[in-house]
């Protein structure tokens, strides 16, 4: 070490259970040297070349928060689509878009793009594409007679804002080359079994996109998205998080707009990329273990590989994810993932035995059941401690299936933002409000003695990245009319909720070692607050400012 750099604060929260606090924090090489005071870290001062840096004297500097489960790049194949979402948004240059109140608003877009169209006759017309469509918010599903009776010449495309449906018209299908006689998972049907104009899921959204994948992974579009959600990330006080469905693009490009975001100083922050097991299985088949040698050699601290996804079942603001009884109010049945439930010990297996992390999205009780039956199986056939298989979402679950988890030595990443958000959406659409108002079993998980995470699922659902907002959710639990508190015996403490957001979201991606806490030896990521979330009223934690972040030492500041 050349020269310390030492950062003092108001107060420092470093999440290491046995220093908990300090106003001082001693920084070379990337790196946190000493934690404490200025008198505590003498026999350092003393020895090295130092600077004391008063920048952040009336902050409150937490570590770096980590939200585990996003999805920063593929977020800009719809930023440049036409926006019908039910909540505001922007565009790909950062513009202000509005949003769009419900169904007959969303139908009423669509005709003016498809009367403002004017195609050349010769290459016919080029499809419409929209996105951001929500049934739950925007009063039910789009279908194939709804954008019919729009045109039966103009092929339209909608995409759902949690990216699990794609609408289509007729014209839509046609491009596709589905038939009323074929057999994909996920292809959506009228109940006479006519072609409803739905793909739901990864393999039949796959066919829906194909035609359009051009318009959709358009030259360029992954950096922009990176440089947006660079800015993003910051002024959340986010530095590190988790690509949940990496390779869906392509390994290569998708690996290349991170490291060149990176090095231009537009993503500054660390960031984990989850390959989709699926995409791995049809890119590598039986010879994935060479991907991940081949990945291991070019990961930095900054950038490598992580794990492997699977989803397997839908999605909650789509209303695609599969129930116990008594299911659905309306008699749905929501949509498993690719992968058949029957087939996945043997598919999850060879990962397991060799040491990869599985994610596995489950976002109904049944699917969590599912999960947790598969970790058992995978536990009698090769057992292992440490092991870390998470559950993603865990959005509808039980006290009993929280016990299970931790019995099983697993984990979950949850999305907590849905209780404020969702819950009272789908206490009258999809779910009922005996598990609406249970979504987020925070504090069972906390009683079955379960790490866990909080996480986001940024941009792909209608929520933002903003751990202290997942914070204020946890402890307060307060639902979107901003006075009903649901389920409160699901209520977690600040000190939970922040460790949610950082130690323990550390310990679901591997990373307690380098990542989540202030301690000697770990890199130095930070939070910089103005206010301290330990002191003010629990009701104002999400209204606490982000001055910006520190990454490995330098400062970012939040615009």
């Not at 290491?16 to 000493?34: E, F, L, T, W």
């Not at 790490?451 to 946890?474: C, E, Q």
């Not at 600040?494 to 990542?515: G, K, P, S, Y």
């Not at 982000?546 to 970012?556: I, M, S």
């Amino acid at each position: 070490m050349d020269k310390l750099k030492v950062l003092t604060a108001k107060r420092i929260h470093t999440m290491d259970q046995g220093r908990p606090q300090a106003d001082a924090v001693a920084i070379a090489d990337g790196k946190i040297v000493s934690v404490g005071s200025l008198s505590t870290m003498q026999p350092w001062l003393k020895r090295y070349d130092h600077e004391i840096d008063d920048s952040f004297a009336d902050k409150i500097i937490l570590p770096g928060f980590i939200d585990p489960h996003t999805h920063l790049r593929l977020s800009g194949t719809y930023m440049g689509l036409n926006y019908v979402g039910p909540i505001a948004t922007t565009d790909a240059q950062g513009k202000p878009v509005a949003p769009l109140p419900d169904r007959d608003a969303v139908l009423e877009r669509l005709r003016t793009l498809v009367a403002g169209r004017n195609e050349a006759p010769e290459k016919g017309p080029a499809p419409i594409l929209a996105w951001g469509y929500d049934p739950g918010m925007q009063q039910g599903h789009l279908d194939r007679d709804l954008l019919d009776a729009i045109s039966t010449d103009i092929p339209i495309w909608v995409v759902c804002y949690a990216p699990h449906i794609i609408y289509t018209n007729t014209p839509m299908i046609e491009k596709t080359s589905v038939t009323e006689d074929s057999r994909i998972h996920g292809l959506g049907r009228f109940p006479d079994g006519r072609l409803n104009g739905w793909f739901i899921e990864t393999e039949a959204t796959a066919v829906a996109s194909r035609p359009v994948r051009e318009q959709l992974y358009n030259q360029g579009f992954g950096l922009t998205a990176l440089k947006t959600q660079g800015r993003i990330a910051v002024a959340a006080g986010v530095t590190t998080s988790a690509d949940m469905i990496y390779g869906v693009d392509s390994f290569d490009r998708e690996w290349n707009d991170h490291e060149t975001a990176m090095a231009n100083g537009d993503l500054p922050m660390r960031m984990l990329l989850v390959p989709f097991e699926p995409v791995l299985r049809r890119r590598f088949g039986d010879d994935f273990l060479t991907f991940y040698d081949d990945m291991a050699k070019k990961a930095t601290d900054r950038l490598a590989v992580h794990g492997v996804k699977y989803v397997n079942d839908g999605s909650y603001p789509s209303m695609t994810l599969r129930l116990n009884y008594p299911g659905y109010l309306d008699g749905e049945e929501g949509l498993t993932g690719e992968v058949p439930w029957n087939d996945m010990v043997e598919r999850m297996l060879p990962f397991w035995e060799n040491g990869i992390q599985i994610h596995s999205h489950a976002n109904g009780d049944e699917t969590v059941d599912m999960t947790l039956d598969t970790l058992n199986a995978l536990q009698n056939k090769s057992p292992r401690f440490d092991h870390r298989f998470t559950i993603e979402h865990y959005c509808i679950s039980t006290p009993a299936q929280a016990r299970r988890l931790a019995a099983l030595g697993g984990l979950a990443s949850v999305n907590a933002y849905f209780v404020h958000y969702r819950s009272q959406i789908h206490a009258d659409s999809g779910f009922g409000p005996d598990r609406s108002e249970a979504t987020a079993r925070l504090g069972s998980l906390v009683r079955s003695g379960a790490t866990f995470a909080l996480h986001s699922d940024y941009n792909l659902v209608v929520a933002p990245m903003h751990p202290l907002t997942a914070v204020w959710i946890a402890v307060n639990r307060i639902a979107a009319d901003n006075k009903t508190v649901v389920a409160p015996g699901e209520c977690i403490s600040v000190e939970q909720a922040l460790r949610a957001v950082t130690i323990d979201a550390a310990f679901v991606l591997n990373r307690d070692h380098c990542l989540g806490s202030i301690e000697a030896g770990k890199h130095a990521d930070f939070a910089i607050l103005n206010e301290d979330p330990y002191d003010v009223d629990p009701a104002h934690i999400r209204n606490i400012g982000v001055h910006g972040t520190v990454l490995a030492g330098e400062f970012n500041a939040a615009t």
